[in-house]
């Protein structure tokens, strides 16, 4: 069952310009993680942020964390053309899953 | 170096034939997962083992199967009773953080199987 969905599915911007992706879950979690992945390739972590974390910051990411709206976002600050791939947020389930479940991802294409 | 490996690349079946697909880790992870993407989409789980000698079924296990005999590998076989295999498969690994099992996950670089 999908826990996580990504919104927008699809977002181009130009080089140089900020980047959000939003993800929404259903259930509680420990810890919801954001993975990249470029066309054709493995996904890559990015970021991981518990549960009783607000906020991260990891070079040019921030990914915020609102459990009361169950909710998370990853900016992508001075978006560059090697950024493009599909970004993809994974929610684990409150209670010690072993399991992480994946949204559909967001496809972001940054134009030079 | 350490990581995570998947082979082949490229593996193309005929229908009613059975293939295997690798995952070889030298991270020293206990948990390995495979993933099946279809075009578009996000990740499903197939199975996944958090030790040697016992796996669990995930989201879409139907015609597939594993075996974890060593840490190390956890292949994954797709057998003739899955009806619709053409995907793209990752395989991934991970280790407990804090008595947490959904830590982060290192993934392979993938397989794309297609049915002829």
């Known amino acids: 069952s999908q826990q996580g969905e990504e919104d927008p599915q699809a977002l181009s911007i130009q080089e140089g310009e900020n980047a959000t992706m939003n993800c929404s879950y259903k259930t509680s979690i420990n810890n919801l993680q954001w993975y990249r992945q470029n066309s054709g390739r493995g996904l890559v972590h990015l970021i991981l942020i518990r549960s009783n974390e607000r906020e991260k910051h990891s070079g040019r990411l921030r990914v915020t964390l609102d459990t009361s709206k169950k909710s998370s976002s990853l900016l992508i600050t001075a978006s560059r053309a090697a950024d493009t791939a599909s970004y993809f947020c994974a929610t684990d389930l409150q209670g010690g899953s072993e399991k992480l479940v994946f949204g559909k991802g967001t496809k972001l294409t940054v134009n030079p | 170096d350490g990581g995570i490996t998947q082979s082949p690349k490229y593996l193309f079946r005929k229908e009613g034939q059975n293939v295997t697909l690798s995952c070889e880790q030298n991270l020293n992870h206990d948990a390995m997962y495979w993933y099946r993407q279809d075009p578009g989409q996000g990740l499903r789980l197939i199975y996944y083992s958090q030790i040697v000698n016992d796996f669990q079924k995930g989201d879409i296990a139907e015609g597939y199967s594993v075996s974890r005999e060593k840490k190390e590998s956890f292949p994954l076989t797709v057998t003739s009773a899955q009806k619709n295999p053409t995907a793209f498969y990752l395989c991934?690994?991970?280790?407990?953080?804090?008595?947490?099992?959904?830590?982060?996950?290192?993934f392979g670089p993938g397989t794309r199987l297609t049915v002829l």
């Open positions: 991934a690994s991970s280790t407990p953080r804090g008595g947490v099992w959904s830590d982060t996950q290192y």
